[in-house]
Nanobody
Framework: QGQLVESGGGLVQAGGSLRLSCAAS????????MGWYRQAPGKQRELVAR???????NYADYVKGRFTISRDNGKNTVYLQMNSLKPEDTAVYYC?????????????RGQGTQVTVSS
């Protein structure tokens, strides 16, 4: 049984930066797409950014130019560098990954990490 473990969340002032990490572990052959989602109180979960195994990334409009997603395939890890943070970026951030294992393809989901941006 594999898992994703996120880290790097916390409290930051508006205009500041945070870097989130998400590491996959378990019996992994390879990982296809990896992504970051977020959910603010009272709102639906929304896509922030995702990246393919080849490194192609796409972003939600509201984070373009401020956030950067990247991955280290050797470490089965995806990162989210968040700059110029705004109070509206406050949310629980979740990562997910499409993982190939000996038993087939599965979607792994992390437990979430809180990001709070104060004004």
């Amino acid at each position: 049984q594999g898992q994703l473990v996120e880290s790097g969340g916390g409290l930051v002032q508006a205009g500041g930066s945070l870097r989130l990490s998400c590491a996959a572990s378990g019996s992994i052959f390879s990982i296809n797409d990896m992504g970051w989602y977020r959910q603010a109180p009272g709102k639906q979960r929304e896509l922030v950014a995702r990246i393919t195994s080849g490194g192609s990334a796409n972003y939600a409009d509201y984070v373009k130019g401020r956030f950067t997603i990247s991955r280290d395939n050797g470490k089965n890890t995806v990162y989210l560098q968040m700059n110029s943070l705004k109070p509206e970026d406050t949310a629980v951030y979740y990562c997910n990954a499409v993982v190939n294992t000996r038993w087939g393809e599965y979607i792994y989901r992390g437990q979430g990490t809180q990001v709070t941006v104060s004004s």
